[in-house]
């Protein structure tokens, strides 16, 4: 197992979509779950949203539910989040990671190195 590798930061306007993809370990990829942490300035990193190894459970932060959704493809070895309708206070370094259960706070057994998602008002 290695670290998983984000992409798809970025800047956007309020009220935007951004979409963030991570790529994990193909063999052992669909034996765990995944989730997404973000770190803003100045603030502890906290818990966004996480997926079962299966899809079949998903948690959202009280903060993003309703606008952003996680889903995952383990044919592609991939965990997407879909974020809408983003807020300035959205703006952080977004993680993936990878667990043995979804349920939160996950203690992640591995992390990325992070995606700067940055929000203007």
Same mark, same amino acid.
Request: aromatic share 18%.
């Given at each position: 197992q290695v670290p998983p590798v984000e992409s798809g930061g970025g800047l956007v306007q309020a009220g935007g979509s951004?979409?963030?993809s991570c790529a994990g370990s193909g063999g052992?990829?669909? *034996?765990?779950? *995944?989730?997404?942490?973000r770190q803003a300035p100045g603030k502890?990193?906290?818990f966004v949203?996480?997926?079962?190894?299966?899809g079949g459970s998903t948690y959202y932060a009280d903060s993003v539910k309703g606008r952003f959704t996680i889903s995952r493809d383990?044919?592609?070895?991939?965990?997407y989040l879909q974020m809408n309708s983003l807020k300035p206070e959205d703006t952080a370094v977004y993680?993936?990671?990878?667990?043995?259960?979804a349920r939160p706070p996950m203690n992640p057994r591995y992390w990325g190195q992070g995606t700067q998602v940055t929000v203007s008002s």
């Open positions: 951004l979409r963030l052992t990829f669909s *034996m765990y779950a *995944m989730g997404w942490f502890e990193r906290e949203s996480s997926i079962s190894w299966s383990n044919a592609k070895s991939t965990v993680f993936c990671v990878t667990a043995q259960v």
